[in-house]
């Protein structure tokens, strides 16, 4: 962990249809009626979310589901959500409206709208490094420049059984999205296989990968896709984060 705040931006992936377990919990309840519902992750890339293929969740992990105002329901942990309610994302300021409280494994399966993402819906899936302690809890997966996501990724590809998951869910291909003159367009799929990362418990490997693919992609990066296409990262960052917030895809979060 760093020293001071981390600023994070906050994506909302709006819930399509819940899986059927969290249907069965979910879906009777008089107070989700006529809102709109969003998973929201707490990234450091926004520039990545045109890669979108699935969005990921602790298994074991405690959610909840909170009013934010008149229409807007967030999933998120309990902490993220106390954390917002002094940001002002909460009905009242400094107090947290949870609707209920749901298991991770129970949201798996649940399919979402993912923003900028080419891909129109994206499923909710199992990620076992996912920290209850960190953003949001929620993990937007970027398989073409995050190593843990395209990791992950795989390992739910090859073991869908395993994780219970179904194959449809993982019949995505990583989106190049950014041009890198060391990795190329894939960028985390190239080190993963440089470094010959099997799975997603390879921490040590993953670590390394992580730090070298991001300064890569920061410092030499240029956008292959979207509005500021052409830009090198730096630039289309701040721009592709304001994109975000004024469709009102995405929030500053800070934590
Ligand atoms: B990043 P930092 Cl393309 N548990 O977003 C584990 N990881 C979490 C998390 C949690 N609770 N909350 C957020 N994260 C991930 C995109 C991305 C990210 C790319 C490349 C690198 C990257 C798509 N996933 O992060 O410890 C989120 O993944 C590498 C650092 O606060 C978030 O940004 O520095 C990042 O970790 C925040 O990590």
């Given at each position: 962990e760093g020293v001071g705040p981390q600023e994070y931006t906050g994506i909302k992936l709006k819930v399509l249809e819940w899986s059927r377990e969290a249907h069965n919990v979910l879906g009777s309840l008089k107070e989700l009626e006529d809102k709109n519902i969003?998973?929201?992750?707490?990234?450091?890339?926004?520039?990545?979310?045109?890669?979108?293929?699935?969005?990921f969740v602790g298994v074991n992990i405690n959610y909840g589901l909170f009013n934010i105002n008149k229409t807007d329901v967030f999933?998120?942990?309990?902490?993220?959500?106390?954390?917002?309610?002094?940001?002002?994302?909460?009905?009242?300021?400094g107090q947290v409206s949870q609707i209920i409280e749901i298991k991770g494994e129970t949201l798996v399966g649940t399919k979402v709208n993912a923003p900028l993402s080419k891909y129109e819906q994206v499923y909710v899936?199992?990620?076992?490094?996912?920290?209850?302690?960190?953003?949001?809890?929620?993990?937007?997966?970027?398989?073409?420049d995050s190593p843990d996501d395209y990791a992950t990724?795989?390992?739910?590809?090859?073991?869908?059984?395993?994780?219970?998951?179904?194959?449809?869910?993982?019949?995505?291909?990583?989106?190049?999205?950014?041009?890198?003159?060391?990795?190329?367009?894939?960028?985390?799929?190239?080190?993963?296989?440089?470094?010959?990362?099997?799975?997603?418990?390879?921490?040590?490997?993953l670590a390394e990968a992580k730090e070298l693919v991001y300064k890569e992609g920061f410092y030499n990066g240029i956008m292959l896709v979207g509005d500021h296409k052409g830009k090198p990262v730096q630039e289309a960052k701040p721009l592709i984060k304001n994109l975000l917030i004024s469709a009102g895809q995405g929030f500053v979060y800070n934590e």
């Open positions: 969003y998973f929201v992750a707490a990234t450091l890339r926004p520039e990545t979310m045109y890669g979108q293929t699935n969005c999933v998120c942990t309990y902490r993220a959500a106390r954390n917002m309610a002094f940001q002002g994302y909460s009905i009242e300021r899936l199992p990620m076992e490094n996912v920290l209850a302690t960190k953003g949001t809890g929620v993990v937007t997966s970027v398989p073409s990724f795989q390992d739910l590809k090859k073991k869908s059984d395993y994780y219970k998951i179904d194959p449809s869910w993982v019949a995505y291909d990583p989106i190049p999205i950014i041009q890198t003159p060391t990795y190329g367009d894939l960028a985390a799929q190239t080190i993963c296989q440089q470094k010959k990362i099997n799975s997603q418990k390879d921490q040590v490997k």
